[in-house]
């Protein structure tokens, strides 16, 4: 039993299972220990929530302008809207959630009013009538109607995670169980995908899941999970122009926000465009899902390599060494043709492989760059720091996915089938050799970032010295 414990905390991140039962900074015994009843109810709806947002990403797009008729310009332009309309919800919502009292308190109430939003979008996104003649405004709607739904339910979520306890080391136990289940959802999708025998069934199923097991899993979580009353405190204001100001004052924020942009469009370039180029590149549209159940997997048998060489290398450095790795891998890309499956699944494993570093380590500077402004300012502004984060999250994707969607139009890509060979290099280099260039971008602004190890340790010995 102890060796799976820390198998599964290696695979997630967590150095020390041990961590799960005390506090081994201050040798202390945890104050509260969540129930295992509780961690499970908590981390419920990220299943269905993950097994949700990954289709978004990868089948929608490709799902409309294949059965309904939709110019890829058209929906290039939607998605690139909604996008960037969802990247700016977080810090909103996060506001409200915080102001708002309601009888199941700050985050619970959230839950259950986002549900029937994001139920009903699944519905009809996913699960539409085949001979209907659909068009842009009825994916425009449903999908912004999706987006304020899945922000009325994520930001209250995350933030009951991090109030749940107030134990350091039980928080990164309550994130073990949400972030396997999330796993879990992500992996899914592929297979409820990959098991219809249509595209159509495939989103039906995925569908079905969501319909389902959503409305369980937050009301399970609503009715399981207490919110820490204690700390039920309305925040004094929503200090936007201090975090400005820190970005003003610290040039290392603004680089490790840039570096992190960039590099998420790199990664959201050949997610937007993965089933493009398995459809129409290798000609094998009926192992997408396999291929992505690879790409998925690899990261996860990865995770524990990745933990092990973050304790040997400076952060950044390890994260710049990811990136070229993943560059050199998708730089195969060059050699792939029409049924080449053996190379193509090759990319994926060894591709894959990265993803696990490339998400985890840029997040992990973060908060080490907010414990410096903690200590330069006096004032730890975590959430308001990762809201921006959530921006460039989205904002990447947004304009990745979008502009490449317009650009593929721009050079007469045919989602029927009948591309020329100039269309089809045009996709290969939007889908593989772009997202190198950005890399190298993001590589060449955190090869010699300042915040290493031993100032990073200074910094911490500080806040010690000066609570």
Known sequence: MEFLLCFLCCIF??????????DSSKGLKLSQKIPLKVLWAYSGPAAPLATLYFP????????????????????????????????????????????FKAPLGRRRFWLL??????????????????????????LAAWLIILTVGWTIIMTPYFALGAEISKSYFERSRITLYR???ALSGTILAAVLYSLGKSDFQGMKYIAIFVVVMLPVTTLTCA??????????RLPESYDILGVFLTFKSEPMFVRLL???????????????????????????????????????????????????????????????????YASVVFSSIAFISA????????VCLLGGSALSADLAIPSSIQADLIDLQELRSGKRRTGTFFSFWSIATKGSVALSSGLALLILSHFNFDVTGNNTEKSLWILTILYGFLPILLKICSIGLMWNFKLTKSYHHSIQQSLIRNP
């Open 13 to 22: 991140s967590v150095t020390d299972w041990r961590c799960c039962a005390s």
């Open 56 to 99: 978004i990403y990868i089948f929608l797009a490709d799902f409309y302008i294949s059965n309904f008729d939709l110019e890829l310009k058209e929906v290039g332009f939607i998605f690139l809207f909604v996008r960037l309309f969802d990247a700016f919800s977080d810090p909103m919502m996060g506001v409200i959630s915080d102001r």
């Open 113 to 138: 009013i986002g549900t029937p939003l994001v139920v009903c979008s699944a519905v009809a996104l996913f699960w539409p009538n085949s001979s209907a003649a659909l068009g842009s405004s009825y």
């Open 179 to 181: 972030e396997a289940v």
């Open 223 to 232: 009715y399981n999970v207490k919110e820490n009353v204690e700390q039920d």
């Open 258 to 324: 840039i570096a992190y942009f960039i590099n998420g469009a790199a990664n959201a370039l050949p997610a937007a465009l993965f089933v493009f180029f398995v459809d129409h590149k290798l000609e094998a549209p009926h192992l997408a899902g396999p291929f992505l159940l690879i790409y998925f997997f690899s990261a996860i048998i990865a995770t524990p390599l990745w933990v092990k060489l973050s304790k040997r290398f400076e952060k950044h450095r390890l994260w710049c060494y990811t990136m070229i």
């Open 339 to 346: 049924g080449n499956l053996i190379g193509f699944f090759f």
